[in-house]
């Protein structure tokens, strides 16, 4: 067997999320059921995210392993352009290529890159309806963006993420929340336009959206721009803000050594 490396994107408006799961459509669903009936073999694939029903990625990565007949630059070209065939148009495989055999597309990223985009104007834009947040009000910028600051560097996240737990020797614990965020900008390329970039070695469930929703109360004056300390410190999830609607969000890159 020889590991690949797929480099997809997909309008996530359409699943349920990526993981599968028996009796709705996911991307990992689609894509394995595609994978299979092309290679005439089952597959097992591993992603680098999991996004959530409703997130979108430019930049998702997926392992697998495949015959080494079905490895050649011949062969995985014809797979490639059959596997849009058959998936498109809501996911596109952007680029196969053979990986070394110890890739794994979650355990050797060394961070992951998300964007979520808000259309801030009194009207909404009916072009950019499924893949940005329409706020309406008003938004303090300039103290979304120290709040924002407040949140680089090695943290406790479990006031923004969901409790998910994981059976480890038989025994059920609450997942860990610490996580090293790297970068947490917001830019406003268009005056109606703001972007949220925020890159972090990984993210707990619903992290990135719970943090932008608590962003966009800071930006409504319902916080405080330093207040965002007191969230980490708190550890609570009642502490932070609402969770962001997930079609604002997209899984825009990887990072690999």
């Not at 394995?32 to 029903?53: I, K």
């Not at 560097?153 to 610490?178: K, W």
């Not at 469930?205 to 319902?222: A, D, H, K, P, Y």
Request: hydrophobic share 40%.
């Amino acid at each position: 067997m020889v590991r690949l490396r797929l480099l997809v994107a997909y309008d996530g408006g359409e699943f349920r999320g990526f993981a599968p799961n028996p009796g709705v459509r996911t991307v990992a669903g689609v894509l394995a059921d595609a994978l299979e009936r092309r290679l005439g073999y089952p597959v097992q694939l591993t992603c680098a995210g999991r996004t959530d029903a409703g997130v979108h990625a430019r930049g998702q990565v997926v392992s697998l392993d495949v015959a080494e007949g079905d490895a050649s630059d011949e062969r995985l070209e014809s797979l490639r352009g059959g596997l849009n065939r058959m998936c498109g148009p809501d996911v596109a495989v952007l680029a196969t290529t053979p990986a070394p055999a110890d890739f794994d597309a979650r355990f050797s990223a060394l961070a992951r890159a998300y964007r979520y985009t808000i259309w801030n104007a009194p009207e909404p834009d009916v072009f950019r309806r499924k893949y940005a947040w329409h706020v309406p009000e008003p938004l303090d910028v300039a103290a979304m963006s120290d709040a924002a600051g407040c949140l680089v560097g090695e943290h406790d996240f479990a006031s923004f993420c969901s409790r998910s737990e994981q059976v480890i020797d038989g025994e059920v614990r609450v997942a860990p929340t610490v996580r090293r965020v790297r970068r947490a900008v917001w830019s406003r390329p268009e005056p109606a336009l703001l972007l949220f970039d925020i890159e972090a070695n990984s993210f707990c469930r619903q992290m990135v959206r719970s943090i932008v929703g608590t962003l966009v109360e800071v930006g409504r004056g319902r916080r405080p721009a330093d207040g965002i300390r007191r969230v980490l410190q708190a550890r609570d999830r009642a502490a932070a803000g609402g969770v962001a609607p997930p079609h604002g969000l997209c899984l825009e890159s990887v990072t690999y050594p």
